[in-house]
């Protein structure tokens, strides 16, 4: 019997910078450079991301196993797409409607938001050949977020075995192969882009990759959360891609724990991409005093409010809950995991934009753009969460909040929703997550 230690695989990831992208290929990275020999050969594993996404990255290498190596590309700085994104901003805008005025402009919005600069698109294809060239003796697998297309034409160009990482739910393979999508094509900002991306010598067009031949298609959800349909057989469902996480504890933060222990809590948390208006700020201040009120008689809530530029709004709030609210927490950042403060057993709503991931929680949902008009109609249809905005979509209304508040906090429906909740997160758990990412890659890299 030989003695002699297996080769090494090279496993690259790729994905943007930005979280909603980054933190799954964190996550399965993080995994996978804690495998033991019974589990995986040795393993080199690279991400490339633009420079925003090193200091997150060069945590991974500290605890890695011995086994295992990171090593970190980078792209420079996020200068890929259109002054649309660059600005930190989302646009807020309806869902698409054909005979609305102004009821494509999510379409519009979307080619705008992903009509990368044609030049720093090719500068970043060329870069990321290069480092596929100093990858030696050769790349086994590489995992790509489908908001990194230039990183799927070089891994074409280059002949590397590739396949889908990302952050949506399994249904958005099938978005991408439409008929022709004309309307979006002809966009001036994807024409140019493809002008571009033709000089260079790439072939198809950027948005038309046939995902269904593919090795792997791994996506963020399981079936339970999805509409009915029946997937490409390459499509793997783990559900939620995240790094296990301790429950909230005193001993690691005990002011926010003793907060939680007080009674039943409401997380409120729209994301770091959402930015307030004074009119939002009221509508949910509003909503809160008047569910609060309304529940008295059956047991009162308490609400986590995680409220971007809070500063601006100081002073319309301590009219509203005075100088220090009892019930009311609102920080401009909450400091512990999300899935960590979501675990206590005291949260019994959370509020959210629509793309968050069940953690036996029932969610209200306030979407104001893209997709997530969907995320939230599924995850009412599901039966685990609201949609709270249903007919003032890219807006919030107070008393639409309030009564979501109510549902969720009511001995009827409330109970319903928590059952719904904690069913679809046993099914998220038995999509096995990061170890489900690992697997997959393992195998297509041992092709």
Not at 69 to 75: A, I, M, N, V
Request: net charge neutral; aromatic share 10%; glycine share 6%.
């Amino acid at each position: 019997m030989s003695n002699k230690m297996p080769d090494a695989l090279n496993i690259v990831f790729i994905s943007l910078s930005v979280s909603g992208q980054l933190n799954i290929h964190l996550a399965s990275i993080e995994h996978m450079l804690t495998l033991g020999p019974s589990e995986s050969p040795p393993l080199n594993i690279h991400l490339i991301s633009f420079d925003p996404a090193e200091k997150r990255a060069r945590t991974l290498a500290a605890s890695a196993s011995p086994r295992h190596s990171f090593t970190f590309h980078g792209l420079g700085e996020l200068t890929l797409f259109t002054e649309t994104s660059q600005n930190g901003t989302i646009d807020r805008h309806r869902p698409a409607e054909l005979f609305r005025k102004d009821g494509l402009k999510p379409y519009t919005y979307l080619a705008e938001l992903f009509g990368y600069n044609p030049d720093h698109y090719i500068r970043a294809y060329e870069r990321i050949l290069e480092i596929f060239r100093e990858i030696k003796p050769k790349i086994n697998v590489a995992a790509v977020d489908t908001t990194m297309p230039m990183a799927m034409d070089a891994c074409t160009t280059a002949g590397i075995h590739w396949g889908v990482l990302c952050p949506n739910s399994g249904i958005e393979l099938f978005k991408h192969q439409q008929p022709r999508l004309e309307g979006f094509w002809k966009h001036p900002a994807i024409r140019a882009l493809e002008v571009r991306r033709s000089k260079a010598g790439i072939q198809g067009r950027v948005f038309n990759k046939s995902f269904q031949r593919l090795p792997f298609f791994i996506c963020s959800s399981v079936m339970e959360m999805e509409f009915p349909h029946i997937p490409s057989p390459n499509v793997v469902f783990p559900g939620p891609i995240l790094v296990p996480v301790p429950p909230l504890s005193s001993a690691t933060y005990p002011d926010l724990t003793a907060f939680f222990d007080r009674k039943r809590t409401v997380i409120i948390n729209l994301g770091s991409n959402f930015w307030y208006s004074h009119e939002d700020v009221e509508s949910v201040a509003d909503a809160i005093l008047d569910a609060q009120q309304r529940c008295q008689e059956k047991g009162s809530f308490q609400v986590l409010w995680k409220l971007n530029g809070k500063k601006a709004f100081e002073i319309m709030l301590e009219k509203k809950f005075g100088k220090q609210s009892d019930t009311v927490r609102i920080d401009e950042w909450i400091e512990p995991d999300t899935l960590a403060v979501l675990q206590h057993p005291n949260v019994v709503a959370f509020v959210n934009h629509g793309g968050a991931s069940n953690a036996g929680v029932p969610q209200i949902l306030l979407p104001q753009w893209l997709d997530l008009y969907e995320y939230a109609v599924r995850t009412e249809w599901l039966g685990h969460g609201i949609y709270a905005n249903k007919g003032h979509p890219a807006e919030i209304v107070a008393d639409q909040l309030a009564d979501a508040f109510l549902r969720v906090l009511s001995d009827d429906e409330g109970k319903i929703l928590k059952a719904k909740s904690l069913e679809i997160a046993e099914a998220c758990r038995r999509g096995g997550g990061v170890q489900t990412v690992a697997r997959t890659l393992l195998a297509a890299a041992t092709i």
